[in-house]
């Protein structure tokens, strides 16, 4: 069982991407699943996490308004929409989750964890 994000790259400030989450030989329709990042000599943070449940977001103040997490249970995939993008930014960014919550109550434990994406902002 594979997490693997993908969609980064190297974006200039004010610009978008979008991350995608995707899972292989497991299903994570059924869990909720959350973003993480880790700047170069931070420790990692979360980003944002969407429930199973009823599809509940949730997001660090510092991305509210600029990030919008999604999902496509047909597609086995989540999304994280990352608009006007900072030089802060600039991380390798996760997607994770623990295959037994519906909810993001304890996504900080989240342990299953896929290769990360590395984005990069320029100013």
């Known amino acids: 069982v594979q997490l693997q994000a993908s969609g980064g790259g190297l974006v200039q400030a004010g610009g978008s991407l979008r991350l995608s989450c995707a899972a292989s030989g497991r299903t994570f329709s059924s869990y909720a699943i959350g973003w993480f990042r880790q700047a170069p000599g931070k420790e990692r943070e979360g980003v944002s996490c969407i429930t199973s449940s009823d599809g509940s977001t949730y997001y660090t103040d510092s991305v509210k308004g600029q990030f919008t997490i999604s999902r496509d249970k047909s597609k086995n995939t989540v999304y994280l929409q990352m608009n006007s993008l900072k030089p802060e930014d600039t991380a390798v960014y996760f997607c994770?989750?623990?295959?037994?919550?519906?909810?993001?109550?304890?996504?900080?434990?989240?342990?299953?964890w896929g290769q990360g994406t590395l984005v990069t902002v320029s100013s």
């Open positions: 994770a989750t623990d295959y037994a919550s519906v909810d993001c109550e304890v996504w900080g434990s989240f342990d299953y």
